[in-house]
């Protein structure tokens, strides 16, 4: 009986150091991965010079994984209200990790998230996730129709996303 339970003791000693043991070989930093400053610019401004192909003056914002503001660019005819719609976009789209133009037909699905304040579902917003890792959202305003912010806010992903994942 003594044998018994000297095992049965050992085997929960065992049973409860096995899982500190493995938590001491996890990593204690995280390494994330970040677009840098210039990345995004570019980024940022081959969506300015798409709109503009497209013959529309557009505010372009580009917010970091914690969506922060990273990069917000703003063509000389746009109007103002356009930079807070453009952050509204890439916040929700990188919240989202979709495009905002797909989360615009189904807002009322999402019931009272989609009047959460500083998530615009309106096409014009794009997650920036490469090679599986979310870095950011691209949003972009000023166009007369929200397809054309998409199709802009796609074209500056899409500049770029090729290069940055070969980089990883």
Do not use: H, W
């Not at 096995?18 to 610019?41: C, F, N, S, Y």
């Not at 570019?42 to 798409?50: Q, R, S, V």
């Amino acid at each position: 009986m003594k044998i018994k339970s000297t095992a049965l003791c050992a085997a929960t000693i065992i049973l409860m150091i096995g899982p500190v043991a493995a938590q001491a070989e996890e990593a204690m930093v995280l390494t994330i991965k970040r677009l840098t400053m210039d990345t995004a610019l570019k980024m940022a401004k081959a969506t300015i010079d798409k709109c503009r192909k497209e013959n529309v003056n557009v505010a372009v914002t580009i917010v970091d994984r914690g969506g922060d503001t990273q990069v917000v660019l703003r063509d000389a005819l746009a109007m103002d209200v356009t930079i807070d719609i453009s952050k509204k976009k890439a916040y929700t789209a990188m919240s989202f990790n979709t495009r905002t133009i797909e989360l615009q037909s189904r807002i009322k699905q999402l019931g009272p998230i989609s009047t959460y304040n500083g998530l615009l579902l309106q096409g014009g917003g794009a997650p920036i996730n490469i090679g599986g890792t979310i870095m950011g959202g691209i949003g972009v305003s000023g166009a007369p129709d929200s397809k054309i912010d998409q199709k802009c806010a796609d074209a500056g992903l899409n500049a770029l996303a090729a290069e940055i994942e070969m980089s990883m």
